[in-house]
Nanobody, 122 residues
Framework: VQLQASGGGLVQARGSLRLSCAAS????????TGWLRRAPGKERDFVAA????????YYADSVKGRFTISRNNAKNTMYLQMNSLEPEDTAVYYC????????????????WGQGTLVTVSS
């Protein structure tokens, strides 16, 4: 499976960004999908996940109420709308797939792609 994340960049604190992830090589709708991130000098952490049919979503406490995950199975694409960004959100963001959303929440997905860098300035 190939996962291509895009949409990262430099934004000021309290700004917004929308990340996209295009998937190929697998039946996208068979998988839960999600986002992980790795901040400078830190371990990779879970950010958000969404079930294969899009009906259930899961968020890390640090992003609840600010980030929204969504997906379009017809386009094999997943999104992460990030609002009210904080400098602490600065990280490389990775999109990921797994049959089980619990693996995404645990930060141990079966598949993940190259990340996109998000930098939030204060």
């Amino acid at each position: 499976v190939q996962l291509q994340a895009s949409g990262g960049g430099l934004v000021q604190a309290r700004g917004s960004l929308r990340l996209s992830c295009a998937a190929s090589g697998r039946t996208f709708s068979d998988y839960a999908t999600g986002w992980l991130r790795r901040a400078p000098g830190k371990e990779r952490d879970f950010v958000a996940a969404i079930s294969s049919n899009g009906r259930s979503t899961y968020y890390a406490d640090s992003v609840k109420g600010r980030f929204t995950i969504s997906r379009n199975n017809a386009k094999n694409t997943m999104y992460l709308q990030m609002n009210s960004l904080e400098p602490e959100d600065t990280a490389v963001y990775y999109c990921a797939l797994d049959v089980r959303h619990t693996q995404l929440v645990a930060g141990m997905p079966s598949y993940w792609g190259q990340g996109t860098l998000v930098t939030v300035s204060s």
